[in-house]
């Protein structure tokens, strides 16, 4: 199995570009996440989905959007990337249990 | 905003040494979970615990929950470089335990 996927692993945007990040689990998990990990931010929750077809926002949803067409791909869009959303990108997903399985990440810069 | 302190934010050690870290909350939560993250890769679950007082150890690291339910703590015996990374430690919020809220963690070095 190899858990959850994330593409690309690096990207480099130039502000006013827009862009889509791609997350697949292939462990059947309901939920899946999209975080930010920014230096002495932590992790922050952008959208969550609790099943196919769902979404919803977390703590700092502003300027992405996602969508969850099929159950086991949850992607993130930057509309019009700013200098702002430079950060280390973070899918997860997890089943009606506790524990949460993290992809590798995407590390995003915007010039 | 329920937060989650973590302490100390950042760690060097020498090979061997034991260690404490700690995570702190002004609020009763009923489940807290510890994640280690290493450099480039994503976090990967350590521990759950859900019992006040409990206490699971995981070869050399040892995790305890609060009596209270409102703090816990990680305690690395004879740590090695292998363990350097950020440990982070996380709970259910808006009332569910699919969502969690992250402490900003404590970035361990262990110097060979």
Redesign the interface.
Known sequence: NAGVTQTPKFRVLKTGQSMTLLCAQDMNHEYMYWYRQDPGMGLRLIHYSVGEGTTAKGEVPDGYNVSRLKKQNFLLGLESAAPSQTSVYFCASSSRVYEQFFGPGTRLTVL | TQLLEQSPQFLSIQEGENLTVYCNSSSVFS?L?WYRQEP??????LV?VVTGGEVKKLKRLTFQFGDARKDSSLHITAAQPGDTGLY?CAK?SGGS?????????TLLTVNP
């Open positions: 489940s979970q480039g890769e994503g976090p990967v679950l759950t982070l259910g335990n699919y969502k969690l809220t992250f402490g900003k963690g």
